[in-house]
């Protein structure tokens, strides 16, 4: 198995899943003239498909690629569904680089994280300057244990900062769940009633963002938001740094 030619949510993609390493090793030097035709003919099915909206009718090879047998499954994502083929189907398939075609690209989810955190502060302090001393401050989530630095901690509130990125979608949830677990433990702890984590996300009709983006962001969103209100914390959803600022000034106060 050397690519998957797949069809999700109305569109025809096909990738290529076999390893570089494993094509260099059976291959050699002539690895990468066999890597070409791969991609050429994986081009020419997923054009084929793109055309027919279908991938029902393929039988004969191309390039000598040959197409298997039909197959369908459920998934929620690109990613779960070429994962579910690689791990069914393939041994050879590179699990790696499975995800959304432009997360290599994207800032790391703790780099996004702390570029909203520091844009929010600035939008505070130009209008309360005295909330300075709160961001950056840490508290500890267990007694006598490390200190775990907050977006924002004060005597009235604690925050976390985070980021539902359009790309990194399964970063962003394991990060803000992450967030949620940390401002349950300090709240318990300091006993700082006003917990809350705030959110940046995209806006609804942002032009950017493909249909599925959309309807996978729109979800993730009623999920965090369900998984807050079930530890009794609070969490707001900003589209920018100006009413992140907003809310830290309101809860603060």
């Not at 084929?48 to 499954?73: C, E, H, N």
């Not at 775990?148 to 509130?157: E, H, L, M, T």
């Amino acid at each position: 198995m050397v690519g998957v030619l797949h069809g999700f949510n109305n569109e025809y993609k096909a990738v290529r899943t076999i390893r570089n390493d494993v094509l260099d090793c059976l291959f050699g030097k002539a690895a990468a003239g066999l890597r070409r035709l791969i991609d050429h003919s994986l081009t020419v099915f997923e054009v084929a498909a793109s055309a027919s909206k279908s991938i029902d009718a393929f039988s004969a090879p191309i390039s000598g690629v040959y197409p298997g047998p039909l197959r369908a499954t459920e998934a929620q994502t690109v990613t779960d569904l070429l994962q579910t083929a690689c791990l069914l189907y393939s041994s050879l398939g590179n699990l790696d680089k499975l995800d959304e075609p432009d997360e290599a690209d994207s800032p790391q989810q703790e780099e996004v994280n702390r570029r909203f955190g520091s844009e929010v502060k600035q939008e505070v302090i130009s209008v309360r300057p005295d909330l300075l001393s709160g961001f950056g401050r840490g508290a500890e989530l267990v007694h006598g244990g490390i200190t775990v630095k907050f977006g924002f901690c004060s005597p009235k509130a604690i925050l976390h900062f985070t980021v539902l990125h359009p790309v990194r979608q399964s970063a962003s949830m394991r990060d803000a769940r992450a967030r949620i677990f940390e401002l349950q433990r300090a709240r318990e702890i300091s006993g700082v009633t006003s917990s809350a984590l705030i959110a940046a996300v995209p806006r609804d009709d942002d032009a950017t963002l493909g249909s599925k983006q959309r309807d996978v962001l729109r979800a993730n969103r009623l999920e965090i938001e369900q998984e807050a209100d079930a530890v009794k914390l609070r969490w707001f959803a900003v589209n920018n740094a100006l009413e992140g600022a907003r809310r830290v000034i309101e809860l603060a106060s």
